[in-house]
């Protein structure tokens, strides 16, 4: 990893991971470590000699640097890659220059558009699971571009509960 730079998968997928699992991790960290006179919060800032404002800022969805963050994986001792999510980051090139050259532009507002209302009806589908159905509808819609508005719609709705029951 030395020779790479470190890449995040997906920043917006990133900053909803990253503070859950930062929290997950401190919490249990500094709960064994029996020093309960702190918060988590304080003592990772004590321990990684930062400003608590710093981890205030990324409970609320800031990124840390790549250094920081590469300080947090070896005091919480985890994979960086974790902490931000690339394990669970939709994969794929989601670049708007590789969209746009997969499926025009309108499309892909209307899918993204049509995704959210149905997820508005969805409740107890996940971040992961929403993100998993529409890459794959946007897939079938760039597949098949002339798909009518009813298929397109139920083929959502079915993705939807399909990653929702795995």
Not at 40 to 69: C, F, H, Y
Not at 148 to 153: D, S, Y
Request: with cysteine.
């Amino acid at each position: 990893m030395a020779d790479e730079p470190f890449k995040v998968a997906s920043p917006e997928w990133a900053k909803k991971e990253f503070p859950k699992r930062l929290k997950m991790l401190a919490e249990a960290k500094y709960r064994k470590s029996g020093n309960s006179s702190y918060g988590w919060q304080t003592q990772l800032a004590n321990e990684l000699v930062i400003d608590k404002s710093n981890v205030s800022r990324w409970m609320r969805g800031s990124l840390p640097g790549v250094e920081n963050l590469l300080r947090i994986a070896e005091l919480l001792e985890c994979d960086p890659a974790y902490l931000v999510g690339n394990d669970d980051a939709p994969s794929g090139d989601f670049s708007q220059q590789a969209l746009d050259e997969r499926i025009p532009r309108d499309l892909l507002l209307h899918v993204l558009a049509m995704m959210a209302e149905l997820r508005s009806i969805s409740r107890d589908v996940s971040d992961q699971q929403f993100a998993k159905a529409t890459v794959e509808l946007l897939d079938r819609v760039a597949e098949r571009p002339e798909m009518n508005e009813n298929e397109m719609t139920g083929l959502g709705l079915a993705l939807l509960k399909k990653t929702g029951g795995e």
